[in-house]
């Protein structure tokens, strides 16, 4: 048996050294994972300072033409960005042409009021309102928002509202941004941190042939146990909007208002129950406030004090300018003799976005 | 058997393979090889043109099927080299390697590349680390650049021409108490392949208490005066031995073999080459560990042995700053020496005489004003501690005369071209950081709640990947060796890493710590590795 075993081994010495290269690769496999997620903590961690704001060079033609606008009571604007950095995506616009549009609403005359103030004007409370009041929010509360944007506020004087997934941040996701920076954020006095979703913020499957629609937007289907039931739709969207309520009074930050994720309370196609729009839109107003949501044109009026909503923002997009933000402010100024609805929308049209 | 005995059977075996010293019975069949022919044509001889197999020849040898295949290929590249130098043409019967060998290494060499690349984007994306934490950064960043550029240099590396020079040589020789092996590593310098007019051997027995001197007397009756033995009544140190042969020849180049090294038979011949640059002050030769088999402590020497000398050396040596000549095998020229023999000999650290690291020490007084080399194709093999206790005081004693050479070599070195100053005051440098450092990633961040070293131990594993897929792709033969390569930079962060400071703390110390049984371990140190 010994004599056996040696001359097994004798014949599979030599390939079993040749196994030995793969082999060493073995540990270096193991820790790779490991390694690309300490470099996006790292790159997370040593790259959130915010950067530095652009110059912003306005030709002289843009100076006379972003003339400031007619004052206005009774309404305001409410402009929704997701991301600044140069990916191009659709969504997200470069720093370059944040700060144009930033710059923009300096000479046009605009103010930005807090989420607190936006609700007292939900609510029919316009003292204290400036001239030309405007709100100016962020959803999804990536990291890349904050860095390319604070800077740029704190220098044209503005703030903005950031609306948080707190699922992304209970999991640590280095794209978002988290609790402590959040909380800065809001000690800064430039931003308001409100709710967006817990883990809400996904699409899922609603039928069987796959097609998807947003978490609280339908209810879903598996091919294990099918359609669920409108009961378990209540259920399930009720569990996530609690535990994102519990999350703010937990870290102790007044709400306000909520951003839908995608826009979509079940009011599209009527999501694929007719009961998911009134029953989830009244679960958001009595829990969050005001609902802020996407006009389908990206042409909507200015928000006027309905009590909660939903009210429709206006969406930047990858490619739009502060010509064509400033189209839209002056168009919809309700204040504005020469206002017409839609002239604002002769340059571009943009369905609701995320 | 004692590991002095194993040693010494080692010796004798290999003696006896290279050079007809044997008087041990060798099996029947052997007879019919040339006895005094050298071990390369002998296989080269038996394999190739007697169509024996690798197994018989085990059979015949007494080594390992493994062990055959080696030589073989070692022979072949031996042959190669002889020819070039020799001009004489060699029949390439077959490559040093089969097929599967080239593979085998092409694919080490290319993952070798493949690693150091990896490991050098790795570090550009944290490069912004230097920012927050410098300290750590900064030295993570240099290690990672000293070792790719030890890699980097080495690549330009070249043996010296053959100029078919043959100056003068004499070999110093000093024993202490080594009765037993003395004359067989005399007999076998008298083996080498060079004019025995241009050839010396200055024997000096350094007051041994047994029979060393009557050896060496033995082996100069029969040596036709080639032999000078110089016989010290008491022991004076191995320094006091040295120089007192040095003293006692007229010849051009003084060779230092060690007495536990065996030298290939154009050794010599090949390693004078490099005098003909008459600015070439000494030249090291390579060595390869003899006793590699007999343990995984001298497998992992074996691997550090060859990437110290064919990397670090190498890469040294395109600069002309060798910063120590491995008393295994090393050539001086007499003008380099000279002047400082005295010094030398006295040499005197805080106060106290400098017995050991002679080799280092003899070599900083040449490289202050000469160029220093090394020569990849002068072979000595070697015995290396076997067991961990010896091996741990070889590397004490080597820490300490590299603690007090560093600070010579810190003096003049940048004087010299900046590249390899630079490179050596790092050298220095990283030894002295590396425990703080290890201590950090290994205790503190862990304790600090920074999470385990994976990164540290994985920094750790992939510069002794390199080492070791370095000896894959280098030897010509592949075996398995190199994996000990791996297990040598763990055993260097288990055990060696924390001598330092003791060393530091103990350089003045005269004690050899092992004498007077040096059989085994006077050895010269190849290099620091930097860890």
Redesign the interface.
Known sequence: MKSFTRVVWAKLRRPASFMLLPLSLVPLAVVLPIVISVHANYVRYYDSPPLPAPAVALTASQHREFTTLPAFTGAIPVLVYHGINNDRDGYSISQRAFAAQMEMLRLAGFTAVSIAQYDRFQHGDLSGLPSRPILITFDDGRLDSFRGADEVLARDGLRATMFVITGQIAKKNPFYLDWTELHRMQRSGRWDIQPHAYRGHVQIAVDARGDLKPFYAARRYSRTTGQETFADYQRRVALDLFTLADQFRQQAIDVHALAVPYGDYGQQDAGNDPRIMPFTLGLMRSQFGTVFVQDDHNDPPYTTPTGGGPEKRWEAHTSTTAAQLYAWLRARDPAAPSAKSGAGTAAFTGGSGE | MSSAEIIRRAVRKQLSKHYAVAPAPSPPRRSRVEPSADVDATLLALSEQNGVSDEQLAKLTGWS??EVGERRAHAWAKAAERAALTGSPVAPVSEAGGR?DGA?RL??GA?LLALLSAVLY?KS??L??I??SPFLSMYGLVVVLYISSRFFFSAFYRTSKNHGIEPHVAIVMPGFNEEAAIADSLRSLLELNYPANSLEIVAVNDGSTDGTLSEMKKVAAGAKGRVHVINFPQNRGKRAAMAAGIRATEADIIAFVDSDSVLDRDAMRILVQGFHDPKVGAICGHAEVLNVRQNWITKMQAVRYFVAFSVNKAAESVFSTVTCCSGCFSAYRRAAIMPKLDWWENQKFLGRESTFGDDRSLTNCVLRNWKVKYEARAISHTIVPSTFKQFMRQQLRWKRSWTRESLIVSSFIWRKNPIPAVCAYVGILLPIVAPVIAVHAIVMMPAQGGGAP??YI?GV??MS?CY??YY?ARKPR???L??YG?LFCFFYLAFLLWQTYWAIATTRTPSWGTRPSTVGLNSAEPVQLAS
């Open positions: 099927v493994d599967t085998a694919v080490a993952y790795y994306a944290f912004q680390m920012t927050v994976i990164l994985m594993y992939a990947l070791g897929l894959a592949y075996n398995h190199w994996v791996i």
